[in-house]
């Protein structure tokens, strides 16, 4: 698993978006993340598939691909902050972070939300990890 979708996955706090439950149960899709927050039940489970889906959803958008690499740099900063125990700043970018996140899209956020709820060593979040490699590999270069 790589650093940088380590440092993201764990930082994205999600909250920002908000998404029509009325208009999904009408197309009979499962409720999406931010629903099963207010209904108090847990996220969709990630899934490798799932998250292969959003980094061709991510690479296939210029913007998307910088939004991404921008929300790296926010985690670092953010873990800065918490090394210097300076909550303001935490709270002050982990909301910029929600709002960036949400520009990835709800399967983004769903796939964030879902991996939170993951052992970061397990095979699955390792697996997801590796996933988001190539991705990674398209910050660096920048």
Known sequence: MTVKFVAVAALVVTGALLISSIGARAQGKPPTAEESKTQNTPPPAPTKAAAQRVVQMIQADKAKVKTYCDLDDLGQKIEQAYEKKDQAAVNSLSEKMDDMGANLGPEYIALMEGLQ???PTSNLA???GAVFGPLDDM???K
């Open 117 to 119: 709820e993951l052992e």
């Open 126 to 128: 390792k697996e997801i």
């Open 139 to 141: 910050c660096d270069k």
